[in-house]
């Protein structure tokens, strides 16, 4: 029987991607870095999914095979029932105004040459949403709306500080009028109290407009508080995904448990016992066998190191990928 992906605005189902590693004999590749290896989740209109994990774990490339800025190994990406990965190129343009993503360096994914007018402008140029008379006050409407002014218009990416830049780049992927956006990393290189008033802003947008986030971070207290629901990621593999609210006060993975607890708090003794992971991330061109994070889990077993555990749900819309679920709290 054929799923039914209607009733989710985005749907990812099996999503793999491999990069090759070098060149072999006769310009083979000589290996693969295994960035995404069998990725699934949901995301329902109006929510936030917070994806977190450590650098290098696969999050951003995910990120980018949702919006075919990266054509995945393997697996399907349905948005509103279309699997975004089967259409031709056309289609593909149509669709991808609906999905939008909002980069985490600001400084580098704005043209410098170009002033935020036609920065913010390129989308609806391209997309041919708007006549030429029409775009000056349909940008102008866009930069009030993430908290800039007309007297903005025509500066250049240099002159602005990097909240600033962050406010032009989500400006920008609004003036298509998306459903979806993806946010990677979007505060991880500003300031704290400009992460916190762009966090807002972010927040703010959702409930006006109605938007749909994918939030892409390493920081779990950004994540909480932006997410609806996470999911945790390890070495290109999701190993536990449920309600923000639940994965804070129950985590069942020993690597969800062990990167709550690292979160910095105040009331914290000084001598007080945090779990820690012991040894280095293994490399995602050679991933252990089994389970991924068994080589640094505290309490591995056997099994542990030969079977690799299947996402399966352990509480109502509690998915966790381990042998000893709950054991390490």
């Not at 990965?85 to 149509?94: A, S, T, Y």
């Not at 449920?242 to 129950?250: H, I, M, P």
């Not at 190191?305 to 998915?319: A, C, N």
């Amino acid at each position: 029987m054929k799923a039914d992906h209607s009733e989710h605005l985005l749907d990812v189902r099996g999503l793999k991607k491999y990069f090759p590693l070098g060149e072999g004999f006769f310009g083979r590749a000589a290996g693969k870095v295994y960035a995404v290896d069998d990725v699934s989740f949901s995301i329902d209109p109006g929510e936030t999914l917070g994806l977190v994990g450590e650098s290098g774990c696969g999050k951003t490339t995910v990120g980018r095979c949702i919006l075919a800025l990266e054509r995945p190994t393997a697996g399907e990406v349905y948005f509103k029932g279309l699997n975004v990965l089967g259409l031709r190129r056309n289609e593909l343009k149509r669709i991808r105004s609906k999905m939008q993503i909002v980069f985490q360096d600001p400084y580098a994914s704005l043209n410098p040459r170009w002033a935020v007018r036609d920065i913010v402008a390129e989308p609806l140029v391209v997309t041919g949403r708007a006549r030429r008379g029409e775009i000056r006050p349909i940008v102008l409407r866009l930069l009030n709306t993430v908290g800039l002014n007309e007297d903005h218009m025509n500066r250049f990416p240099h002159e602005f500080s990097g909240g600033q830049r962050q406010r032009i780049g989500i400006a920008r992927a609004l003036s298509v009028e998306p459903d979806l956006i993806v946010l990677d990393e979007p505060t991880s290189s500003l300031d704290v109290s400009v992460q916190a008033q762009i966090l807002n802003l972010l927040k703010k947008l959702q409930g006006e407009l109605h938007l749909t986030y994918l939030f892409i971070s390493h920081n779990l207290s950004v994540i909480k508080h932006m997410s609806t629901r996470i999911a945790v990621m390890y070495l290109g593999k999701i190993v536990e995904i449920t309600q923000a609210d639940e994965l804070f006060r129950k985590p069942l993975h020993p690597y969800t448990t062990i990167l709550l607890d690292s979160i910095p708090v105040p009331e914290r003794k000084a001598n007080a016992q945090r779990k820690r992971i012991t040894g280095t991330v293994p490399s995602a061109a050679h991933p252990p066998p089994g389970c991924r994070f068994h080589p640094r889990c505290p309490i591995a077993i056997e099994k542990c190191s030969k079977t690799d555990p299947e996402l399966v749900e352990i509480g109502p819309d509690h998915f966790v990928s381990c042998h000893l679920p709950g054991k390490y709290s």
